[in-house]
């Protein structure tokens, strides 16, 4: 366990350096500051062009679509992180060989690498919310009640995320540099399907049904129930209740990170058995 945690700890210090681009804190701060706000931006043009086109202002709607946008923030953030470590150490740096050979956990050190992105995505999804309360009218009331469930949903949302990225990042043992195109489209599909900018009631039938099939939507479902509870926007998921959701999501993290590791040693082990650990393709 204490190999484990300096890993983790050396690993999530390397991450961050990366993001950061090796610069000085201030400045960083300055950059995780203007991009989200320059996002919300973006979802405030979407809403007046649709507002304009049905003619029906809707405040719910927008706080509806801003909160869940707002943290769908972690799952681009955090599904691209963990799956680019496989591929920068062995594409970009050509540093895997040295970290893999060494006597550590590559799993710990890939979720190690992802906690950066994490506590970044953290920040931004903080400054669009404050942002979006204080400037856009967002309607946001989440109670001191609600706290604890709110960090137990938090916990459990953001290690699905974590446990996917390891999957993809197992399936990127034996890929090429080119296919981190699955990082992104992906989240995509988590975009139309999880109900971040609308109801998953507009959905037909078998869109409702991969929804629920998906537990980022029951994540992005309690949120809301937490944070905006009187939006009384319907989501299909009204006859849940919020102790299911959240064994839903307990159910789900123990699942995917079985998968993770699944596939994570099955990838890996293949990529040993070809020879392609440490191979780079360049092209």
């Not at 719910?60 to 953030?77: E, R």
């Not at 995320?161 to 993809?168: H, N």
Request: aromatic share 16%.
């Amino acid at each position: 366990m204490n190999t484990f945690w300096r890993t983790f700890k050396v690993a999530a210090w390397l991450g961050w350096e990366m993001d950061s681009n090796w610069t000085e804190p201030w400045l960083f701060m300055v950059y995780s500051v203007v991009k989200p706000v320059a996002g919300a931006f973006i979802l405030v043009l979407m809403y007046t062009v649709f507002a304009f086109i049905g003619n029906r202002p809707d405040p719910a709607a927008f706080s509806y679509m801003y909160v869940g946008n707002s943290f769908f923030i972690f799952v681009g953030s955090v599904l691209f992180g963990t799956f680019q470590v496989i591929q920068s150490d062995r594409e970009w740096y050509q540093t895997i060989r040295y970290v893999y050979i060494s006597p550590i956990s590559y799993y710990v050190y890939i979720v190690g690498r992802a906690v950066s992105k994490v506590g970044v995505a953290a920040f931004a999804v903080a400054i669009t919310l404050a942002f979006g309360v204080a400037f856009l009218g967002v309607q946001i009331h989440l109670t001191v009640d609600a706290v604890p469930l709110f960090a137990a949903s938090m916990l459990l949302g953001l290690a699905v995320l974590l446990a996917i990225g390891i999957c993809l990042g197992g399936i990127s043992f034996l890929t090429a540099k080119h296919t981190h195109g699955l990082a992104e489209g992906i989240p995509g599909l988590f975009y139309v399907f999880c109900g971040v900018l609308f109801p998953l009631s507009i959905l037909p039938s078998w869109g409702q049904a991969i929804g629920k099939a998906i537990p980022l939507t029951y994540w992005f479902d309690i949120t809301r129930r937490l944070l905006a509870p009187t939006l009384g926007v319907d989501s299909t998921l009204a006859g849940y209740s919020d102790l299911t959701i959240m064994a839903l999501l307990v159910v789900s993290s123990v699942a995917f990170f079985g998968l993770s590791l699944l596939i994570f040693k099955t990838g890996e082990y293949f990529a040993r058995k070809a020879g392609k650990i440490d191979m780079t393709t360049s092209y």
